[in-house]
């Protein structure tokens, strides 16, 4: 199996670096097109994969193709790849609210993948939701759950969930970063210098993810766990159960969610 990426941007090395070192497809079988001379030979020398000239080109000697562009980017290499493009190619888009009707239109004949990454995909721990088209198989499901399960989870969804999926992990960790950040800031307030409160709260939110992962609570047991009554915790969470801070996330998920749908139409 030969594995393409058209766009060899931070999103496709990440997943080429999780691909590679999986062993889930050797570096001489992975491939990329990029209209960036200077990123093309940066992933050839750090990951000893193979550069095409072109995305006519890959496309005419790849079995998987991922489509690792822009959303604003897709349409012309839809257009530009769409005649090489047969039955035999399994094509997975990770162009955000670009949705599979879009790309059949063009690509009729392929087995088609929509795919909604995250960064954290860089650091091999990234949260990848996937659909396909009808026509695409077992067979291609097990090749999708290979591929996307070499830098993270991997879960399949119903299209008309990805806006929401978009919204939740896909600028998820942004949002996470934000209130991060915030609590950073507060640590300094508080009195701590700034490497100090940087590095009690990010390892605390490290700490607590890995937590939640590995033990199968909800996050509202583990809040329950922490809290003791009349503590320091439940004053702080007295605070921060204001339902102005639940209405600013529901706001901020749905702007996201919004955008999503508005990239689709």
Do not use: W
Not at 54 to 74: H, M, S, Y
Not at 79 to 108: C, P, Y
């Amino acid at each position: 199996m030969r594995v393409g990426f058209i766009g060899g941007g931070k999103m496709a090395e990440a997943m080429i670096r999780g691909i590679v070192s999986s062993g889930s497809v050797t570096a001489d079988d992975v491939l990329v097109s990029d209209i960036s001379e200077e990123r093309c030979t940066l992933l050839k020398d750090q990951y000893g994969i193979q550069v095409c000239s072109g995305n006519a080109e890959l496309v005419g000697v790849c079995d998987v193709v991922f489509l690792a562009v822009k959303p604003q980017g897709l349409a012309p290499v839809l257009e530009e790849i769409g005649a090489g493009v047969t039955e035999q190619h399994l094509v997975l888009s990770i162009a955000a609210g670009k949705r599979l009707d879009g790309m059949a239109a063009v690509l009729s004949s392929a087995r088609l993948v929509r795919v909604m990454p995250n960064l954290p995909a860089t650091v091999g721990e990234g949260m990848s939701a996937y659909c396909m088209t009808a026509g695409a198989t077992d067979s291609d499901r097990d090749v999708v759950q290979t591929l996307l399960g070499s830098f993270g989870k991997v879960v399949e969804l119903p299209e008309e969930q990805f806006d929401a999926v978009t919204a939740v992990s896909g600028s998820g960790p942004a949002f996470f970063a934000h209130f991060l950040a915030l609590v950073i800031e507060a640590g300094e307030t508080l009195g701590l210098a700034p490497s100090d409160a940087a590095l009690l709260a990010t390892q605390t939110m490290r700490g607590t993810a890995q937590l939640l992962s590995e033990q199968a609570s909800s996050p509202a047991e583990l809040v329950k766990a922490v809290c003791s009554k009349k503590g320091t915790t439940e004053a702080g969470m007295a605070q921060l159960s204001s339902p102005v801070l639940a209405d600013i996330v529901q706001a901020a998920l749905q702007a996201a969610a919004d955008r999503s749908r508005e990239l689709s139409a």
